[in-house]
Structures are given as structure tokens and as C-alpha cells.
């Protein structure tokens, strides 16, 4: 195994900066998502890592080998994209033992390889079969099995589910998980699923703009995101944010009421220092009667959501922002009733601060002159 480092990587298509100074380490044995938007640079340093792609600047090492100038071949990588590559016109088996008769293998070991990775992607239905008839999800596992089965150091999952269809696609992600959990090898998987970076990855490296903005473990990157982009990206829906200028306290969505800012217990901030509130849309809290700290709502609709949650579209009054979107319990939800009044709550530990900049404050002055911890 060995892990990946790359050192003040660049590269440049003329006037775009597609991956921008990134100086980055993806640690061996581990599976590192690279997530973003499309455009973002993830597919572009992926690329430059497997050495598709020469860089403008800056190096590549595996481990403590250098490999920038190398081609593909002489990097010891195994590489699976989106669409599945195969051996049309001849058996699933065949196609995952094919690239092991290079290899200097016994005839037992090549069929243990051959046997485990079948076994490992539920392949074993299929094994006989031409890979011609197989549908698009099927040829992308015997795609990674042969990968996996070559046993590199290093293997790389350029967006390898998004062109298959929904069936297949969850199959594929129980499969990717069940192989990542028991493979020990160093894996970059890119995509801008963020269901698939927060199921396989041990480690999330998101992208904007050509750059890392943050790197952390799945839930570590959703609770606390390191900027604005981080809380709207992250999340079905993302972050409600909540804009305020400044007052002795601060309020919401530009809000000018300290009253209601201290109704819904919004964290104070020094008087002219303007920040935003955000807040995931589950951590709302929505009742049908009053309760402290609760402020009066109007339900405008309601919709169920994948696992049975509800959706919820409030107006606050007071609030320049349209509507806040809140997800409550099943039950919960199926109580309320659009069109009515109900109260909402935003509780302090749950409230993440950014500065106008949209950079997360993680202590911010208070009136008194303490401070508040605007991160648990």
C-alpha cells in the first residue's frame, strides 16, 4: 500500500485554474471521496493523480516515490470510470482473469483472486456468463472486480455509478461498500453524490473552484462545515441560512427585531459585526402549540421526504427570507397541517456562525464581552 501526496499541484486550461495550488494528502488504506459540483476540479486532479493529465506544476509521489513523470502503466494503479470497460464476447470469469496472466501467479492463486472478487460482488449468478449480455450496472462490477483483482496499490473510482440506472446504482453502492470495508488498499473515489461520499468515505475532501476547502470524516464535514458553500452543498436541502446585520442582538434574515431574536435564542454578537446563521433544515424544531423560545410560524405545505420525514416550508413573521424549510419525524409531520399556525424553535448548539465572508466564526464576541461557542 502507499498513501498519496500531492505538492503544490496546478493546473491551468488558459485562464482557468482547474485545480488550484492544492497541496493535499490522501492516507494509505483509506477511501478518500473527492466531492463537488460539476466543474469543480475533483475529476481534473483525479486525472492528474493516475497521470492522465500532466500538471502545469507541482508533483505527485506515492509514498516516497515521485512518480509526476510516469505514465499510467508504470504507477501500479488500478483505475474504474464511469462507463464500464470490458471484454465484449467473452465470460464475466475470463474477464476479471485475463489481466492477472501477466502476472507472475499460480494457477491457485489466480483462481483465489478470480473466486473472492466474484464472491465479494455478488457476481457468482453471472460468472459464466459473456459480459455482452449483462446490463450497464453488472458490467460496471465485473469493471472493478478485474481492478480489485489485480490487487494495486492504489485504485481510482472516477464517478463510476452515475451512468447507470437507479436499480443498479444501490445495488452498486452496497457493493462499493462491502469493498471498501474489507479491501485494504488506498482508494480516491470521485463523485458529486454526496449519499455516496457520506456511505463509502472515511474521509471527504470537498471541492470548489479548483480547491480543497475542507477534508474531514463524513459527519465531522456535515455538522460543522468549514464555510457557507459546505453547509448549502451538504445536506437535502442544505443549510437554512439566516442573514443578519448587526444590533445589540442579532436576528435573522436581516432581521431588526431583537425581540424575536431572543425568541428563537440566536447567539449575540458584537454590535456593527454582520454574520449568518445556519442551521440544518432537521435540527429545526416545529410544534403545533406554543412552547419558550418558540416563535409563532405559518405552515405554507408540507412533503414527504425518502424515509418517511416530512418537509416542511414555514413563514416566520419578521423574516425577509420567502420561507424556511424545516424536516421533521414522520409523525411529526403527518400531526400538522398546512395553512396553519404552528411554533418553531432554532436551538443555540445546533446554530453554526459565519462572517460576511462565509467563513464559520467558531467563538464570537458577545455584547458582555464573554463568548459563545457558535459550533457544538
Known amino acids: 500500500m502507499s498513501d498519496i501526496r500531492v505538492e503544490r499541484l496546478l493546473k491551468t486550461f488558459g485562464s482557468l485554474r482547474a485545480v488550484d495550488d492544492i497541496t493535499f494528502a490522501f492516507p494509505e488504506g483509506q477511501v478518500t471521496c473527492l466531492l463537488g459540483p460539476s466543474g469543480?476540479?475533483?475529476?481534473?486532479?483525479?486525472?492528474?493523480?493516475?497521470?492522465?493529465?500532466a500538471p502545469t506544476a507541482g508533483d505527485v509521489y506515492f509514498g516516497d516515490r515521485r512518480v509526476t513523470p510516469l505514465p499510467p502503466r508504470k504507477r501500479e494503479i488500478g483505475m474504474v470510470f464511469q462507463y464500464p470497460v470490458v471484454y465484449k464476447g467473452i465470460s464475466v470469469r475470463r474477464n476479471i482473469e485475463l489481466p492477472l496472466q501477466s502476472m507472475k501467479l499460480s494457477n491457485a492463486e489466480r483462481k483465489r483472486r478470480v473466486d473472492e472478487v466474484i464472491d465479494l460482488l455478488g457476481l457468482g449468478l453471472s460468472a459464466g456468463l459473456d459480459v455482452s449480455r449483462l446490463d450497464n450496472g453488472t458490467r460496471q462490477k465485473v469493471a472493478v472486480a478485474r481492478e480489485v483483482a489485480r490487487q494495486p496499490r492504489i485504485i481510482l473510482f472516477d464517478e463510476p455509478i452515475t451512468n447507470v440506472d437507479a436499480t443498479s446504482k444501490l445495488q452498486l453502492k452496497r457493493a462499493f461498500k462491502e469493498l471498501t470495508r474489507r479491501l485494504s488498499q488506498t482508494i480516491v473515489y470521485v463523485t458529486h453524490d454526496q449519499t455516496e461520499a457520506m456511505t463509502l468515505a472515511d474521509q471527504i475532501a470537498l471541492m470548489r473552484d479548483g480547491k480543497i476547502v475542507q477534508c474531514d470524516e463524513p459527519r465531522a464535514l456535515y455538522d460543522h462545515p468549514a464555510d457557507r458553500f459546505g453547509g448549502w452543498f451538504l445536506g437535502n436541502p442544505g443549510m437554512v441560512f439566516f442573514e443578519t446585520t448587526a444590533g445589540a442582538r442579532a436576528g435573522a434574515a436581516a432581521l431588526e427585531s431583537p425581540a424575536l431574536a431572543g425568541a428563537l435564542r440566536l447567539p449575540a454578537t458584537a454590535p456593527g459585526a454582520p454574520v449568518v446563521y445556519g442551521i440544518r433544515p432537521e435540527k429545526i424544531e416545529v410544534r403545533a402549540t406554543a412552547a419558550p423560545g418558540f416563535v409563532p410560524a405559518k405552515l405554507d405545505r408540507?412533503?414527504?421526504?425518502?424515509?418517511?420525514?416530512?418537509?416542511?416550508?414555514?413563514?416566520?413573521?419578521?423574516?425577509?427570507?420567502?420561507?424556511?424549510?424545516?424536516?421533521?419525524?414522520?409523525?411529526?409531520g403527518a400531526a400538522l397541517r398546512a395553512g396553519e399556525q404552528v411554533w418553531v424553535g432554532l436551538p443555540l448548539d445546533r446554530i453554526t456562525v459565519f462572517d460576511a465572508d462565509g467563513g464559520r466564526i467558531d467563538a464570537i464576541p458577545a455584547v458582555t464581552g464573554q463568548t459563545a461557542d457558535a459550533r457544538v
Open 40 to 53: 469543480c476540479g475533483k475529476t481534473t486532479l483525479m486525472r492528474i493523480i493516475a497521470g492522465l493529465e
Open 302 to 332: 408540507k412533503s414527504i421526504q425518502i424515509g418517511g420525514q416530512y418537509l416542511l416550508q414555514l413563514a416566520i413573521p419578521g423574516l425577509d427570507a420567502a420561507s424556511v424549510k424545516a424536516k421533521v419525524a414522520p409523525e411529526r
